[in-house]
């Protein structure tokens, strides 16, 4: 059972089990868990295709409602995996006793080793990478466990801006809290292989420094307990090769962040139980807010090129998964620290930013097909790769299991064939599928209300329950655009294609702009004008059936606009990390940084620009061509102003030390008559005491004294 | 105008050091100019300016350090050393050895020593199901290319099930 167990809890778990030893008691207590989930989803699945074929025959069967009948099975397979997930979740969590899990293991005197923190970014926002980072490194601090862990910034930034902005902020943060040595900045010149690429790198040059790497993403904040205890388990278990985080969503203002960090918050830990119910030692891996074992992620998680070219093949753009199933395949152990308090990450504000996270992630997950075709992965992990594949592939099975079934209903009405023939399966397949849909949900609120201490940082009874109704009906009114999101995604992406992002989204706390809302969602409207009369015309009863997805393609815009703004619903939607946050949470770590373009402060910022040009590589001597090269981009820089370079020109400038000190000087130098207008702005910005344009007074005034002092 | 920019851009405090480093720069200048006519007064400031730093900070950089890289150097260390203590810079030259030693010797490493390791990449190895269905999907990929003949043959596979559906 390798010793995942607490001393008595081992102990009565061996009681429990017999006279077998500890670790032929776990595979024993895990396979019939295994069982369970097995039999009850199996339970409910059938039921379902029961009722669904006994309606069908009914009616008779068609091949139209084969392929609905086809579909169904795959969707109403996964909706009972999951019910059945929430549902001993639900069980283990009542019992409050559960045995089997990572935490039990967890003895605060146990040594912490060496542990890198590793955080992969592009071009994030360097005040909430550093900021989040120096709330996790005062926590270690506060905690006197600092000297066991190193931080690195592993950026891929090709913005030269958002690139300069983290040299200085890096350097800031180093300063303020004393981290030269122990917080550490790496920038790759190419992000070859992406986030994968990243960490990999960071293996190769420093592997063999440290035991384990705590890999956070760009919004992840943890505290200085849970990295700490994270070290802990693994030292404990040390046939454990990566130990996964619950994170939870914190910090979001918008409506849209809002509910989906109550609903997360509400409904996780049933789901979260469930899931290590029975998945126990061959959990998976989500990339972040976890803890991974050096060597062995060294010697099995080289990631595999895929065969043919992106998007579903080539190089992997989704590791994690991909990773936790090469450590199980290579022996190791994967588990997940579902209740190890203190992992946090953010989430986007609105659900256009939402969806462009979830175009990348459908794509990276539509790769892992390839791995259900390998050698030597493992069932469960399998069956992970399967999950997150349906996570979004189920978008276009639902949607085609709409159409064939709507097409069925219309050739019906055409050739005026009577309506539902079996009403009682029909009847209890619909309350089935409602329980199966919305009963975690009811689970999740029970699980709540029997911890009324917990129930009181939610806002209290009455305003947890009217969360979850109005969360419920934000659901419903998204999950439409939901699906055409995902079922363009996967589409374009089996078509050999990626689909691109028209507008940019400027949110200013009112919610994205109406303009780029509108160019982005018209589809949805339109195709509501035409679905909906038509169902009006098939029958009144099946227009009725179709309300909800209709009101929410109807109303997609108006709900993206409205959701993405702070401070609507503010009394609803109360979580804990909002009402009784953690201190990391709400740290106040500001970095001194200026606001505006890192490219013009690194060239006209005295500080900024020593710093940046200190940090280039420094070259014995550059090609004669190349040093041509940058000097004509920094003449041209000087004379037409940045606007006049490509990102990849002003990363060339950049890149050379002794350019930047130059144009430093240069631009400082050279009088505002002779130079794009542009510098003298920008220099007129730096101005802090002085009013842009004195007055004559002022000036007589100011020579004045000058004359005085030289006088003097 | 443009060398009180400067010193604003420094974050140097209107203080008497920033005064005189101010005032002893403009006389350089100013003299200067009588022999440079043609030079910009601007620059000539500013070349001062930097005159009268490098003789405050100058003995903090490294002696061989060249020109056009020493600005930088001391700004980075009066960058370092905080920029609120600069009058102390300002006051006295005479700074303790080992401090003075240290402070020629910083220098901005933004990663530890290499420690490296290797991590190599396996290639995939598909079950006989998976090469037939590569096979097949290569086969196919032409097609899927094509976005209009993907949607003819899904509106026919439709079709085809709609007719028989009848």
């Known amino acids: 059972m390798n010793g995942n167990m607490g001393g008595n809890k081992a102990a009565r778990f061996v009681q429990f089990a017999g006279s077998v030893s500890l670790e ?12 369970a989930v097995l039999m009850v989803t199996a339970g409910l699945f059938l039921l379902g295709l029961w009722l669904l074929s006994d309606i069908y025959t009914a009616e008779g069967w068609t091949p139209l409602r084969a392929l609905s009948f086809a579909l169904f099975a795959l969707l109403f397979a996964g909706l009972a995996f999951g019910f059945t997930q929430a549902f001993l979740g639900f069980l283990a969590l009542a019992d409050g006793n559960e045995p089997l899990k990572i935490t039990n293991t967890l003895d605060p005197s146990t040594p912490l080793a060496s542990t890198a923190v590793i955080i992969p970014v592009f071009n994030e926002d360097p005040a909430t990478v550093f900021g989040n980072l120096r709330a996790l490194y005062e926590s270690l601090r506060r905690r006197g466990e600092l000297e066991a862990f190193e931080f690195y910034i592993l950026s891929d ?21 004393d981290g030269f040595g122990r917080i550490h900045y790496r920038r790759r010149k190419l992000p070859v292989n992406r986030k994968s690429g990243n960490v990999a790198d960071f293996c190769r040059r420093w592997g063999h420094r440290h035991r384990y790497m705590v890999v956070l993403d760009a919004d992840s904040i943890m505290t200085g307990e849970a990295v700490a205890s994270l070290v802990r388990l693994m030292e404990v278990n040390p046939r454990a090769g990566i130990i996964q985080t619950m994170p939870r969503l914190a910090k979001a203002e918008t409506l849209f962040g809002r509910v989906q960090q109550f609903a997360a918050r509400v409904y996780s830990p049933i789901f979260a139980a469930g899931l290590n119910f029975w998945q126990q030692e061959t959990g998976n891996y989500w990339g972040h807010n976890a803890i991974i074992r050096i060597a062995p992620f060294l010697t099995c998680c080289g990631l595999p090129e895929l065969p043919g070219s992106e998007p579903l093949g080539g190089r992997i753009l989704s590791h994690d998964f991909v990773e936790a199933a090469l450590m199980r395949a290579h022996g190791w152990e994967v588990w997940f620290a579902y209740d190890l308090d203190g992992s946090y990450e953010g989430l986007p504000p609105n659900l256009t930013e939402y969806v462009k996270r979830d175009r990348r992630w459908c794509q990276g997950n539509l790769q892992h097909a390839w791995f259900l075709l390998a050698r030597g992965v493992r069932g469960i992990s399998r069956l992970h790769l399967i999950q997150g594949i349906l996570a979004y592939a189920s978008a276009p099975l639902l949607l085609l299991f709409i159409l064939a079934g709507g097409l069925q209903a219309a050739l019906d009405h055409l050739r005026h064939r009577a309506g539902n023939a079996a009403p009682a399966s029909s009847l209890v397949l619909f309350l089935l599928t409602l329980s199966l849909l919305f009963g975690p949900k009811l689970l999740s609120l029970l699980h709540l209300f029997s911890r009324p201490h917990e129930l009181k940082s939610y806002g209290g009874p009455w305003r947890v329950t009217a969360g979850v109704i109005l969360e419920t009906l934000f659901s419903v009114l998204t999950v439409p655009v939901m699906v055409w999101f995902h079922t363009r995604f996967v589409l374009r992406n089996l078509a050999g294609q990626t689909v ?5 989204t400027r949110d200013g706390g009112n919610g994205p702009r109406w303009r780029d809302v509108l160019a982005e969602y018209w589809p949805l409207p339109a195709a509501a004008a035409v679905f909906g009369p038509a169902a009006w015309w098939i029958g009144h009863d099946y227009a009725v059936w179709l309300a909800p997805i209709l009101l929410g393609l109807w109303l997609a815009a108006p709900v993206v606009q409205l959701s993405g703004r702070k401070g609507v619903l503010s009394r609803f939607f109360q979580t804990p990390e909002e009402t009784a946050p953690a201190p990391e949470l709400i740290h106040n770590y500001r970095l001194n940084l200026r606001d505006g373009d890192g490219l013009v402060h690194a060239l006209l910022d005295p500080y900024y620009n020593a710093v940046h040009a200190s940090l280039q590589p420094k070259r014995v001597r550059n090609a004669p061509a190349v040093e041509d090269y940058v000097a004509g981009l920094a003449a041209k820089l000087f004379r037409e102003g940045p606007d006049a370079l490509s990102a990849r020109e002003k990363r060339a400038v950049l ?8 144009l430093h000087d240069l631009i400082w130098r050279t009088p505002g008559q002779l130079m794009n207008p542009f510098w003298t702005r920008a220099i007129e910005g730096y101005r802090s005491r002085r009013p842009a344009s004195p007055s004559e007074a002022q000036r007589s005034a100011e020579r004045a004294r000058a004359t005085a002092l030289l006088a003097a | 105008m443009r060398a009180n920019d400067y010193l604003d851009a420094l974050r140097m405090p209107e203080d008497l050091d920033r005064e005189l480093l101010l005032v002893s720069g403009f006389r350089r200048a100013i003299e200067r100019k009588g022999r440079e006519t043609f030079t910009p007064a601007t620059r000539l400031a500013l070349e001062e300016i930097q ?10 950089v490294r002696p061989a350090t060249g020109d056009a890289e020493r600005s930088a150097e001391e700004r980075l260390r009066l960058y370092l050393t905080e920029a609120d203590a600069h009058g102390a810079f300002f006051r006295s030259r005479a700074i303790h050895g080992e401090l003075l030693d240290a402070l020629r010797d910083i220098r901005l490493e933004t990663t530890p020593p290499l420690q490296p390791a290797s991590i190599m990449p396996k290639p995939l190895e598909l079950t006989g199901w998976g090469m037939r269905l590569r096979q097949l999907a290569e086969r196919f990929a032409p097609a899927g290319n094509s976005r209009v003949l993907a949607w003819i043959l899904g509106l026919a596979a439709l079709a085809i099930l709609a007719f028989t559906s009848l």
């Open chain 1, 24 to 35: 032929q008691a776990f595979e024993n207590k895990v396979r019939s868990r295994r069982l």
């Open chain 2, 51 to 60: 005159r009268g730093m490098d003789e405050l900070f100058g003995h903090l």
């Open chain 1, 655 to 662: 890149a050379d030390g002794p350019t930047v000190a130059r």
């Open chain 1, 500 to 504: 691109s992002w028209h507008t940019q």
């Open chain 1, 157 to 177: 930034s090709t913005d030269p801006s958002r690139a300069v902005m983290e040299e200085l902020a890096w350097t800031d943060l180093c300063r303020q809290a």
